[in-house]
């Protein structure tokens, strides 16, 4: 993004992609405001979206919550839990956030840029939480829970059905714990054994260990990602030795 001026040129573009046109475009610019951002233009005292994601994450329960409730009559408590964590995980919300195309939309700082952060996982899972807390408070309740369901519905019947597994670190729990693989007293470890990078580009290595026995292991440019994906090397390697 080079300039303000040029976001408010495609602002309308945005609107019309997500489907809903703000009364108050301040707080649609505030969602797609990084904080690397908002600190480079402290003179212009702009907000980042810090709050809005944390507003957007619980609206974003709530309404997947209340879906797969009135839904998936025959899931229990469990198995809702784990449908709920499968759609509104990093991964989920990063895949949704680029079919919208957010990164193009979001505001970032020079060095974020120059990193790749329009395409960063947790950097667009946090724009998209951000975008549905500023239509909540734009628009309504009723207004965000139509565009989360026409956006994860989807998702959410191949989480309900068994079909998507994005929670590598929670799959590997049950695998560990349930098989034959060792004691369920041991207890898996996420250690990060390596960082490399300046601090706005960092990227970390993560082992998955189990007593003294690396199970896998992971890098990314969050300790999130990196665990994840080192999880899922884990269920690979796993999956091979059974």
């Known amino acids: 993004m080079k300039d303000l001026d040029h976001w408010y040129q495609i602002c309308p573009e945005l609107q019309q992609r997500i489907g809903y046109s703000f009364k108050k475009e301040s707080i649609l610019m505030e969602a797609m405001t990084h904080s ?33 409730f009135e839904t998936y009559h025959h899931l229990p408590e469990g198995e809702l839990t784990k449908v709920r964590a499968n ?15 957010i990164g193009s939309y979001l505001l970032l700082g020079r060095g974020e840029e120059a990193s790749g952060g329009r395409d960063r996982e947790s950097i667009l899972a946090d724009g998209l939480e951000s975008l549905i807390a500023a239509i909540y408070l734009d628009g309504g309740f009723e207004i965000a829970r139509a565009f989360v369901l026409n956006n994860f519905h989807d998702l959410i019947d191949l989480a309900a059905n ?5 929670d590598y670190k929670t799959k590997l729990q049950e695998i560990w714990q349930g ?31 189990v007593g003294n026995q690396t199970l896998g292991a992971g890098q990314g440019k969050n ?10 090397s884990a269920i690979n390697f796993l999956e091979m030795k059974s």
């Not at 212009?44 to 809005?52: A, I, V, Y």
């Not at 759609?87 to 079919?99: D, G, H, Q």
């Open 36 to 68: 690397s951002f908002a600190n480079e233009w402290k003179h212009r005292r702009m907000r980042d979206n810090e709050r809005l994601e944390f507003l957007g994450d619980s609206v974003l329960g709530l309404i997947i919550s209340h879906y797969i």
């Open 87 to 101: 759609v509104v995980c990093e991964a989920s919300l990063a895949l949704k956030a680029r079919r919208i195309n």
């Open 162 to 166: 068994g079909d998507l597994m994005t």
């Open 179 to 209: 098989g034959q693989q060792g004691s369920t007293q041991e207890r898996i470890e996420y250690c990060v054994v390596d960082e490399q990078g300046p601090d706005h580009n960092k990227t970390f290595f993560i082992e998955v260990r």
């Open 223 to 232: 300790k999130k990602e990196a665990e994840q994906r080192a999880a899922k």
